[in-house]
C-alpha cells in the first residue's frame, strides 16, 4: 500500500480530472460507495473459484461477527447498491465512480494491495452500440492523455452461459489431454472452473493454453451476431483492435463483450484497463434480469505509462508568489493578496509566510515552480507599487502600481 506525496499527485489529479470531464461529456453520473461490503456478495459475484476471492480479499469479522471484506473491485457493490435503491428499475442508468480497491496479491511493479480504480457500470442496455461507446470513451481518454500510442484493445466474446456450459466439455476434455503438463492452480481448477485455466499468468501455461480449442467457435447465435456488430462498430469508428479468443477475464460475472486496453511497457502487469458484459449479474443478486457492462482502469498503471513531456505540469504550480520584505509589507500582503483573489478566481497564488530574508523568499518562489515573483517592500509599500519579478522568461525585472497588477495577473491566469 503506497503514499502519494506532493510531487506525485499532479499526475493523479491529471488522470482523474481528463476522466471526471469525460464522464460529464458521455453523460454519466457519479457514485460513491462504501469501502466494505458483506464478504458474501464477493463470494457470489466474483465467484468463489477466482484468484481474488480464493486468495486476495482483506476479510475480517467485525464486532457482530459479521464477515466483511475490503472491496477487491467495485462492480458487486455498484449492483449492490443499484438493487437496494431501486436505481435500475425499469431504467437506463449510465455510471461511474472511483476509489481505492484492496488485493492482497504479491506486490510488485503495477501491482499493489490498495489500488485505485476508476470505473463506469451501466445498467439496462443489452449492447452492442452500449459496448461500443465504453472503448470510444476509453480510446478517448487515451488520446487526452497523451498516451494512444501505448495502447491497444484486445476483444473477445464468452458468449451465453448456455454457450460457455457446452464449450466447458470441450475445454475440460482437451486439457484432460495436457493434465500432466498443467500446474497445480490449473489442475485444480480443472474441477471447479475450467475456463479460468486460460486466464493463467503462468508462462509455463501459455503453450497449453494458446492450443486450447476457442470459445468464439462455441458461441451462440445472437452472442455472435452481437460480436459482430460490434467489430463493424469499432471498425467504422476506426479503432483498431485484435480479438483474442484467451481473454476470459479473472471474475465469474462476465458474458459475451469482454474487453481490456494493454499495453507492453509495464512488462508483465500489461492491463491498463479490463472491462465487459454482466448480464446475469443483477438477477444472481437477487434482482430481475437487467443487462448490464462496465469497465475498470488502473490509475496506478495509467499514470506509470504518462509521458512527461506531455504533461500539463503548470496547471499544478502557482501562477505568482507574493515575497513580503518587512513587517509592514507582511501585514499588508495578505490582504492584497486576498484582493487578488477576490478579482481573479483562477489565480493560484502563494503568498509568502513566515518572515525570513528577501534572499531566502525569493529562493522559495523559484523552488515553488511560480511564474512570477510578485515583490512587496518597505520601498514598495511607500509608493503604493508592486515589483514584478519573471522566473521563466529572459525579462528585466518591473515594478508596477499596485492597481494595475489585476490587468498583469489575468493574461498569465488564463494560459494555464
Ligand atoms: P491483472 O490481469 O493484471 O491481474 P485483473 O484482471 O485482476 O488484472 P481487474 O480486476 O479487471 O484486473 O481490474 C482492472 C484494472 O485494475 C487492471 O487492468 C489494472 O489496471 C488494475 N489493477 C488490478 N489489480 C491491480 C493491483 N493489484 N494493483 C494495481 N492495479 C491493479
Ligand atoms: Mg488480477
Redesign the pocket.
Known amino acids: 500500500m503506497n503514499d502519494l506525496g506532493p510531487e506525485d499527485s499532479p499526475r493523479w489529479q491529471f488522470v482523474e480530472s481528463e476522466y471526471r470531464a469525460l464522464m460529464a461529456a458521455y453523460g454519466y453520473r457519479e457514485i460513491r460507495l462504501p469501502i466494505v461490503e458483506k464478504t458474501e456478495l464477493f463470494k457470489r459475484s466474483i465467484g468463489e473459484v477466482t ?1 481474488i476471492v480464493e486468495k486476495e480479499m482483506y476479510t475480517f469479522e467485525d464486532r457482530n461477527g459479521d464477515s466483511l471484506s475490503l472491496r477487491p ?1 467495485g462492480t458487486a457493490g455498484c449492483v449492490r447498491a443499484a438493487l437496494q435503491h431501486g436505481w435500475i428499475h425499469n431504467q437506463v442508468q449510465r455510471l461511474w465512480y472511483g476509489g481505492p ?1 484492496f ?1 492482497h ?1 504479491r506486490p510488485q511493479k ?4 490498495q ?1 485505485h ?1 476508476l470505473g463506469v457500470e451501466v445498467f439496462g442496455l443489452a449492447g452492442p452500440d452500449i459496448d461500443a461507446e465504453l472503448i470510444f470513451m476509453t480510446a478517448r481518454l487515451w488520446r487526452q492523455l497523451g498516451i494512444a500510442h501505448k495502447v491497444r484493445l484486445e476483444i473477445n466474446s464468452l458468449g451465453s452461459a448456455e454457450a460457455r456450459r457446452a464449450y466447458r466439455d470441450t475445454l475440460v476434455a482437451y486439457l484432460r489431454e495436457h493434465e500432466a503438463e498443467l500446474d497445480a492452480d490449473s489442475r485444480r481448477r480443472l474441477d471447479t472452473n475450467p475456463l479460468r485455466v486460460l486466464d493463467s ?1 503462468n508462462p509455463a501455461m501459455q503453450d497449453i493454453v494458446a492450443g486450447a480449442p476457442s470459445l468464439l467457435g462455441a458461441l451462440d447465435t445472437e452472442s455472435r451476431q452481437s460480436f459482430d456488430s460490434l467489430r463493424r462498430l469499432l471498425d467504422a469508428a476506426g479503432i483498431d483492435y485484435s480479438v483474442n479468443p484467451r481473454l476470459v ?3 465469474d460475472y462476465y458474458s459475451r463483450t469482454v474487453f ?1 486496453w494493454v499495453t507492453e511497457e509495464l512488462g508483465a ?1 500489461g ?4 472491462g465487459g458484459r454482466y448480464d446475469a449479474l443483477v438477477e444472481q443478486l437477487g434482482g430481475r434480469p437487467v443487462p448490464a457492462i462496465g469497465f ?3 490509475i ?2 495509467l499514470v506509470e505509462l504518462l509521458d512527461e513531456d506531455r504533461l500539463p505540469l503548470a496547471r499544478y504550480r502557482p501562477h505568482a508568489y507574493l515575497v513580503l520584505a518587512g513587517e509592514q509589507a507582511a501585514a499588508h500582503g495578505l490582504r492584497l493578496a486576498e484582493q487578488l483573489r477576490d478579482a481573479l478566481p483562477q489565480l493560484r497564488l502563494l503568498t509568502h509566510c513566515g518572515g525570513g530574508s528577501f534572499k531566502s523568499q525569493m529562493k522559495k518562489a523559484d523552488r515553488s515552480g511560480a511564474q512570477l515573483a510578485l515583490i512587496l517592500g518597505e520601498e514598495e509599500m511607500a509608493r503604493n507599487a508592486i515589483g514584478i519579478k519573471y522566473l521563466r522568461e529572459d525579462r528585466p525585472q518591473e515594478t508596477v502600481p499596485q492597481a494595475q497588477l489585476n490587468d498583469i495577473l489575468a493574461p498569465v491566469c488564463a494560459s494555464a
Not at 271 to 274: D, S
Request: proline share 0%.
Open positions: 484468484d473491485e480497491m488485493r496479491e503495477g501491482r499493489y494491495r489500488f480504480q499468468k477475464r479473472g471474475l481490456e502487469q492491463t491498463v484497463c479490463a475498470a482502469l488502473g496506478e498503471r
